[in-house]
């Protein structure tokens, strides 16, 4: 039922995002990319009207059903363009499918063995950490609250969250699956893009191509079919790329204000999407500069304008809460509140394993980002580094197909300067994937040796990616197919040691799954519950009432440097309206010294607060449930006081 | 030897200040030497025409107006069927004579009757690329010298009006800027005609020269002039530099790796910015040029005149490929086996 939902949310999105797109920036609906900028419009729209529902308190089934029906209201207007857009869609298909060659028609097969593998996992239950970190856990809360609330304890409790709302939107009207299925949609979205665009820049063989180079990529298999945001970011930031290529190549400032908008969208979804609106608006700047295009500088001054405008929801809302647009990031330029020597020393220790910000280990990236992936926490795979050098000495006369490479290249100095990590380069991806098109198909149509060669290099590729795909959707069958429990799953979901990857041990990935269970049914009813952990916390998300977090070592919103008795901890928990406490901390009554927070003297005054509240948990809460190193306080109330 | 009479052919495109300061220039010649003027007027749309129709001057003057823009070797052709002097001289409309420019000529063919000269063109050094111009090749020889055919410039040079016409003046063919001087260069070349440069004649660029004018039309020669002249002589092309760069595979990798964007365009930016960059950047930044310019005058990167060239290329690309793509797959391979033998025996469980 809930793909059903998601398909018809996205039939809409489209057919109503048609109607607006052609009236604000006359894309014609018969052109195949236009989908995919009425799928992006509506989407972003409807994410920040549930935004705005959620801040005034109408988080709620109601509000999404209302807003399906303006949005259904606005597809019946819309329904004229319906004709046009299946052409166009069919024409991609037919392009698709149409005799390439045997060779490329099996690369085609590889790449729907995989979007279908992928498509079976995003059917499964949520199963991401970082899904169940704060995608939905923060989004959990405030589905519950019925508003968007401010969990301070939250580290990402700040951050832009478009993507999630729609994920919201999709749970109002289905269920969880249904939040996850969506971005699983924008996932194919940002393939089919690849391919359109590709297509109308060269031709249909080098839109195969450019498909092909982007799904080798080897993190994406970890990321397609989950309720995460890096898919839509990729598809809106090659939308915003691909208008303000075609604005600044013909001087249109129509597709500039596009790109623009689209580049706000994306700032909206993930903080360093501001990279995206910055690299282009950047190049375009100094194009306008050097004469290389006739727009004009009020266009790109309205672009920027329009730009930091779409985008300021998320970060004004931080500013005010925080004090800083950007919490938890450049706390040096902002008096941000949640923030402190620890977090500081923490986030310091956090980037220690990243590589030193220096111009050899830029040049070295491409090749450590092949080789080296712990460096960069994420694998892209070689087809990138094999396509792009070759790429470059061919020379190109798109002058779009060069903008995604130039932007690209800014964009990886901005990455390489602030983020470093390998996942965050997904928005450049698609277009430099479509940059290294054209010049593999000239490779490849240049005889029957560099025809294999090419063909070799990207089907080991598509391979291996399919590979690492049906490796990690394979968990999900069982339970996408009814033979497991939802229970059953998370309670057995085995993955191989991801401290110690080349070891091959299988460890199971949620070994708090049945404490929270045990859990939920004592606490059943309770308001909130707090999570006490030295270092990372457990996997918080199958806990059911509210959680709170609180890790001496990640957020100051209980600060335990100024925990000083425990007296202090009774009423910062009371604060909270915490009642229980869940911890993995086993029996200890203080911090063992080889815990990280024990470590540092930097720490010390946070692991003088800690031991306090040890203390207190031990002496002053009631011990529930015991598993393993796992444990489950109650909070007696009034049993603190000093006299 | 008969006497010389000379015919100053004169082509001009939209030119009006600088032909204006030609025509000034051409009155003060010495008069040792009668001589005649033919102007070809290429359709100009800046009131040329008119200037020309009104002109008051002494000087000898045959005008030519063309009725559509046919480019300066068809124009220099026409100037040469419209000259009625046993001695062509051809002379660029944005050059400015030299007081004794003709007498220079003349003289030279007066003792010299069978060869082609080739006269000097001082560029205004208040530019970067007009220093770098006026001292580049042969315009550092301070004597007569005999030069190679891939030298031969048509701004400034004369020949007898007979070998020209028996050569067929320039090829037609060339219908854009460059390329037309290479042809009629080789050529004279290949008829044993010498070429020789003379400094004494010289000419004066009448405005400054900036570095992206002089890369547009490097560049252009490269797409167009020099394209068409290698596909119509293959081997002999070989003899320019830059092409026989071009065409070898090892050179050819080399420039290409060279001149991509990353390297090349901050060098023109810093280059056309600042002006203080030495000569070797600007032979850089030129050869760069016309190098791209070959490279777009092909279908595409394989395609057309570089063909050797472009098998290196995909030999390169291909090896690249192959060796990434293997020492992946060993790594990829290296690292997990034990995870894939142990996904492989859950798969057989």
Not at chain 1, 85 to 95: A, G, K
Not at chain 1, 219 to 237: T, Y
Not at chain 1, 524 to 552: M, T
Request: proline share 4%; aromatic share 16%; net charge neutral.
């Amino acid at each position: 039922m809930f793909v059903l939902v998601a398909l018809a949310v996205s039939l809409i999105f489209i057919l109503s995002g048609s109607l607006l797109a052609s009236r604000l920036f006359s894309l014609n609906h018969r052109d195949s990319i236009s989908v995919y900028y009425s799928w992006g419009f509506m989407y972003i729209i409807s994410a920040y009207f549930m935004m705005a529902a959620g801040i005034a308190g109408y988080l709620n089934f109601t509000a999404a059903f209302v807003w399906l029906v303006v949005l259904v209201i606005a597809s019946v207007a819309g329904f004229h363009y319906w004709g046009g857009i299946i052409n166009s869609q069919r024409s991609i298909f037919r392009d698709l499918l149409a005799a390439n060659g045997w060779l490329l028609n099996l690369l085609i097969l590889g790449l729907f063995v995989y979007i279908i593998t992928a498509f079976v996992g995003a059917l499964s239950p949520p199963m991401n950490l970082d899904v169940f970190n704060y995608h939905y856990e923060l989004l959990g809360q405030y589905l519950s609250d019925g508003r968007i609330t401010f969990n301070p304890t939250f580290f990402y409790g700040a951050t832009p969250f478009t993507a999630e709302m729609i994920s919201g939107f999709l749970i109002l009207l289905s269920n969880l699956k249904g939040g996850q299925f969506i971005q699983y949609i924008a996932a194919v979205m940002m393939f089919a893009a690849v391919f359109s665009i590709a297509r109308k820049l060269t031709d249909a063989k080098s839109a195969v191509i450019a498909l092909a180079v982007l799904m080798s990529t080897m993190f994406l298999p970890f990321l397609i079919a989950e309720a995460k945001n890096d898919q839509v970011l990729a598809l809106i930031s090659l939308l915003s790329l691909y208008a303000f290529a075609l604005g600044y190549v013909n001087s249109d400032s129509k597709q500039i204000i596009l790109g623009a908008v689209f580049a706000g969208f994306a700032a909206g979804i993930k903080l360093y999407g501001l990279g995206i609106g910055a690299s282009a608006i950047f190049v375009i700047l100094i194009g306008r500069i050097l004469g290389r295009t006739k727009l004009s500088y009020g266009a790109i001054a309205w672009a920027i304008v329009l730009n930091l405008l779409i985008a300021s929801p998320w970060y004004l809302r931080s500013y005010f809460l925080t004090g800083n647009p950007f919490h938890p990031f450049f706390t040096d330029l902002f008096t941000d509140r949640f923030w402190d020597s620890t977090l500081a020393f923490k986030f310091t220790l956090l980037r220690e394993p990243y590589v030193d910000v220096n111009l050899i280990e830029f040049i070295l990236s491409p090749f450590r980002l092949v080789f080296q992936p712990d460096k960069y926490l994420a694998r892209i795979g070689p087809v990138f580094l094999t396509a792009l050098p070759v790429a470059l000495l061919f020379r190109q006369k798109n002058r779009v197909v060069n903008f995604f490479l130039v932007t690209g290249l800014l964009y990886f100095i901005f990455w390489f300067l602030f983020l470093r990590d390998g996942r965050y380069l997904l928005p450049i991806l698609p277009g430099i994937a479509v940059y290294c098109a054209g010049p593999l198909v000239q490779i490849f149509s240049r005889g029957k040796f560099a025809r294999f060669v090419v063909f070799a290099v990207l089907a080991v590729n598509i391979l291996l990616a399919n590979m690492i795909n049906a490796k990690r959707q394979y968990q999900k069958f069982p339970v996408v197919f009814g033979t497991q429990t939802k229970h059953e799953f998370y309670r057995d979901l085995m993955e191989v040691d991801r401290k110690k990857l080349s070891s091959g041990e299988y460890v199971p990935v949620y070994p708090e799954y049945e404490f929270s269970q045990k859990v939920n049914s004592i606490a059943e009813g309770s308001e909130a519950i707090g999570v006490f952990a030295y270092n990372e916390a457990i996997v918080y998300y199958f806990l059911e009432p509210k959680v709170y977090l609180l890790l001496p070592l990640w957020q100051n919103a209980i600060d335990f440097k100024k925990i000083d008795d425990i007296q202090d901890v009774d009423s910062t928990l009371s604060n909270f309206n915490i009642e229980f406490i869940v911890t993995d901390t086993g029996d200890d009554k203080s911090v063992p010294s080889d815990a990280l927070l024990a470590q540092y003297p930097e720490f010390k005054s946070s692991l003088r607060g800690a031991n306090i509240f040890l203390e207190y948990l031990h002496n002053h809460c009631i011990l529930i449930i015991s598993e393993g190193r796992y444990r489950c306080f109650r909070k007696i109330s009034g049993n603190t006081r000093k006299d | 030897m008969t006497e010389i009479s000379a015919s100053l052919i004169v082509i001009t495109y939209n030119q009006l200040e600088h032909l204006m300061k030609l025509i000034e220039s051409i009155s003060k010649q010495s008069m040792g030497h009668k001589f005649e003027t033919v102007i070809v007027d290429d359709c100009s749309s800046d009131g040329t025409g008119e200037y020309l129709d009104n002109i008051e001057t002494e000087a000898d003057l045959i005008i030519i107006h063309n009725n559509h823009n046919a480019g300066r070797a068809s124009s220099r052709n026409t100037g040469a069927k419209a000259a009625s002097g046993n001695l062509l001289i051809f002379v660029d409309g944005d050059l400015a004579l030299d007081d004794y420019f003709i007498e220079r000529h003349i003289s030279f063919h007066s003792e010299n009757p069978d060869m082609t000269a080739v006269g000097k063109v001082n560029y205004p050094d208040d530019t970067a690329a007009g220093k770098y111009l006026g001292n580049r090749s042969m315009f550092q020889l301070k004597r007569p010298s005999r030069i190679p055919f891939r030298y031969f410039i048509s701004g400034n040079f004369s020949i007898p009006a007979e070998l020209y016409n028996e050569l067929g003046g320039f090829d037609e063919d060339y219908a854009f800027y460059g390329g037309e001087d290479l042809d009629l260069g080789y050529r004279l070349a290949e008829e044993g005609i010498d070429i020789y440069y003379i400094p004494q004649a010289v000419a004066f660029h009448v405005h400054p020269i900036e570095l992206h004018e002089l890369l547009s039309k490097r560049y252009e020669f490269g797409l167009k002039g020099l394209a068409l002249f290698a596909a119509k002589h293959p081997k002999t092309a070989e003899h320019v530099p830059i092409y026989r760069l071009f065409s070898r595979p090892l050179t050819h990798f080399i420039l290409r790796f060279i001149t991509i964007p990353l390297f090349y365009k901050p060098l023109e930016y810093i280059a056309g910015m600042t002006g203080i960059l030495s000569g070797r950047v600007y032979d850089y930044l030129v050869f760069g040029a016309v190098f791209k310019g070959l490279l777009d005058s092909a279908e595409d990167n394989f395609a057309g005149t570089n063909e050797r060239a472009g098998r290196s290329i995909a030999g390169v690309s291909i090896g690249w490929m192959a060796i990434i793509s293997i020492l992946y797959i060993f790594d990829f391979f290296g690292e997990r086996y034990k995870t894939a033998l142990t996904v492989l025996k859950d798969m057989l469980n």
